[in-house]
């Protein structure tokens, strides 16, 4: 028992050293968060959280980033897809990242979008968001009342808030446009 006690009062100064170390060796908290991954026509990424898609609103700025949110019953959502599309294949001086952020919650619903995107033909990065959280909204847009679509579009410190759909592709480049120049 004696020999036990000399031991632990060195250990314990070493422990706490240790532990230190690991502490800072941990992420900053201003490091920003990364990316969620994301899905294809066959393959739609389910995430619970607005906190696991964050990284999607902090891309450099050398992209132009169009996240759109959407449903599979906005059948104003539905009607503009075709249009993100098209904009996603085009050449642009400026890249332009294109995201699908679905909001449907029904599992059934989220089951039929890889056959609605085959069906319809889009072939976009996507992912479902399935947070009801009220909250998580007012960080990408204060003025945001959860109205269906809604579209992000930002490159570097710039960001535009579509509250409402892009009824004809002309509206759409329309909207993009100030991000590609300069």
Not at 107 to 116: G, L, Q, V, W
Not at 163 to 176: E, K, M, S
């Amino acid at each position: 028992m004696r020999n036990s006690l000399p031991m632990s009062k060195s250990f314990i100064p070493a422990l706490l050293l240790l532990a230190l170390v690991l502490c800072t060796c941990g992420p900053s908290q201003n490091d920003p968060t990364p990316p969620p991954a994301l899905g294809n026509a066959e393959n739609v990424p389910v995430y619970e959280h607005f906190a696991d898609i964050e990284g999607l609103f902090g891309g450099g700025s050398d992209t132009a980033y169009l996240v759109n949110f959407w449903a599979t019953w906005c059948k104003p959502c539905r009607e503009e897809l075709p249009l993100l599309q098209r904009l996603a294949d085009e050449a642009s001086p400026v890249p332009v990242k294109v995201v699908l952020v679905s909001l449907d919650t029904e599992p059934s619903a989220i089951e039929r979008i890889p056959d609605y995107f085959q069906q319809a033909g889009i072939n976009l990065p996507n992912l479902v968001l399935t947070d009801e959280g009220s909250e998580w909204g007012k960080t990408i847009d204060r003025a945001w009342t959860g109205a269906l679509p809604t579209t992000i579009l930002y490159r570097g410190k710039r960001k535009y808030v579509y509250r409402r759909n892009f009824p004809t592709y002309v509206d759409l480049q329309g909207a993009i446009q100030p991000l590609l120049d300069g």
